[in-house]
């Protein structure tokens, strides 16, 4: 008995060895911060550079409890790419659960109201595990610009291009409800079409309360089949948004976003519409006037006209305010 007791004790001490030892490196706080940080796990990462890109928020114990863990489970060999949280108080083991198994947390995506796809294409690549070409390759076609809403969604960091494209087009269905669509209709107009003459709104004035005044008035020109003679779309056609006065050459550019030389809505938005742009396509004021021009004060809004004759009175209020400025 005494000889069983003999043998006994080292087996405990050993065991308890080994719990106290399991629980230092596995079972106590991983991060030594107080705040959420996160890991950005990618294609090209392995096992030791998971380690590396985790060794800045981790106790040093921790950290090894967590190597010798992933090396003991193969990690390596089952990565799974993401964006992490570790979170204060987090222990080791719990890190590498939610690791192995890709718990992973979401990101706040916005899609902002760009002018352009490549923009669009840049910005979401500072967001996503995704290359700014190859989100560039599917941003083609002259109505894409009109399947973005702005807002801001929850996405996972990993999300694939195709998975990406179809969550926007869920958003998008779900924007253009059916009242919506009502309400553009018996504007004559599509979802396209709606974003497409917001977008144009936008790009006139970044007064929300206007915007309605300016949206009835381009509805006014297409009733009556006139050109819209909007100068932004003039500045997308020839490429360059910085112009602050447009002269008669710039009226020459042959494209199909010329509204000086084509009636009609351009084929899509000339950037991606804000929701207070589509709001005043789908609410406009209805008045009579066909003319607009930005004030003279540069206050950012627009007198409107009925007739020709009061417009040209406007617009040679503008001009000279622009020579004033020495503005060309």
């Known amino acids: 008995m005494k000889k069983a007791r003999y043998y006994l004790l080292p087996a405990i001490v050993c065991l308890l060895a080994i719990v106290a030892l399991?629980?230092?490196?596995f079972l106590t706080t991983f991060a030594t911060g107080n705040e959420t940080a996160y890991v950005y796990i990618d294609n090209d990462d392995t096992q030791d550079s998971v380690i590396a890109k985790l060794q800045p928020i981790a106790s040093g114990h921790a950290l090894t409890g967590l190597s010798t863990m992933m090396r003991h489970l193969d990690y390596g060999s089952h990565l799974h790419t993401g964006r992490y949280a570790i979170e204060p108080g987090m222990k080791t083991f719990d890190v590498l659960r939610r690791?192995?198994?890709?718990q992973q947390t979401p990101v706040k995506l916005t899609i902002p109201e760009v002018r352009t796809m490549p923009q669009l294409a840049a910005r979401l690549a500072t967001k996503l595990m995704l290359d700014s070409t190859a989100i560039a390759e599917r941003l083609t076609g002259d109505t894409i610009a009109s399947l973005f809403v702005p807002d801001t969604y929850e996405v996972y960091w990993n999300t694939t291009i195709d998975a990406f494209m179809q969550r926007m087009q869920r958003e998008h269905d779900a924007f253009w409800n059916k009242e919506r669509r009502q309400l553009a209709a018996k504007k004559g107009l599509t979802p396209n079409g709606v974003c497409t003459l917001a977008s144009i709104i936008d790009e006139e004035t970044a007064n929300n309360d206007e915007k309605p005044?300016?949206?009835?008035m381009y509805l006014n020109r297409l009733a009556k089949g006139m050109p819209l003679q909007a100068d932004?779309?003039?500045k997308f056609a020839i490429g360059d948004f910085s112009l602050k006065r447009i002269y008669h050459n710039h009226l020459e550019v042959e494209?199909?976003?010329n509204t000086y030389k084509h009636t009609g809505l351009p084929p899509g938005p000339i950037k991606i519409a804000s929701q207070k742009g589509i709001d005043a396509v789908l609410h406009a004021v209805d008045h009579d006037y066909l003319y607009m021009c930005a004030k003279e004060?540069?206050?950012?809004?627009?007198n409107f006209a009925s007739t020709y004759h009061e417009h040209l009175k406007n617009a040679a209020r503008y001009a000279a305010a622009l020579n004033r400025q020495g503005i060309k």
């Open 213 to 216: 005044m300016i949206a009835g």
């Open 99 to 102: 690791l192995k198994n890709g």
């Open 255 to 257: 494209s199909p976003y």
């Open 22 to 25: 399991g629980y230092y490196h």
């Open 232 to 234: 932004p779309t003039v």
């Open 297 to 302: 004060d540069f206050s950012g809004t627009h």
